[in-house]
């Protein structure tokens, strides 16, 4: 059975730094790209960056571009989020979820085969 599990979140005041996790059970991600997208209350779910397992690669949203960063550790099956310089609008639950698409779709989250539950991020004072 395959499982993603987010986990990171909590409160945190803003420019203050996070990092999330989201470990792989069930499945293998070599061989997929994993994406991370959150989304805010009242609002529609948003990418944030992608990572290719297998030969690198990542892409950022504009939003988060220079502060969040995508690294993984092989021996846990596991793609972390470093976000830096966290902003009130940073607020959001952040999932992620693992894809085969091709690069120009990191961000098509249809394209993603699983997710995980999410995990919620509060940046306030």
């Known amino acids: 059975q395959v499982q993603l599990v987010e986990s990171g979140g909590g409160l945190v005041q803003p420019g203050c730094s996070q990092r999330l996790s989201c470990a792989g059970s069930?499945?293998?991600?070599?061989?997929?790209?994993v994406g991370w997208f959150r989304q805010a209350p009242g609002k529609e779910r948003e990418s944030v960056a992608a990572f290719r397992w297998s030969g690198g690669g990542t892409d950022y949203a504009d939003s988060v571009k220079g502060r969040f960063a995508i690294s993984r550790d092989i021996t846990k099956n596991t793609v972390y989020l470093q976000m830096n310089s966290l902003k009130p609008e940073d607020t959001a639950t952040y999932y992620c979820?693992?894809?085969?698409?091709?690069?120009?779709?990191?961000?098509?989250?249809?394209?993603?085969?699983?997710w995980g539950k999410g995990t919620l991020v509060t940046v306030s004072a």
């Open positions: 069930g499945v293998t991600f070599s061989g997929y790209t």
């Open positions: 979820g693992v894809t085969r698409a091709v690069r120009s779709s990191w961000f098509d989250q249809s394209m993603y085969y699983y």
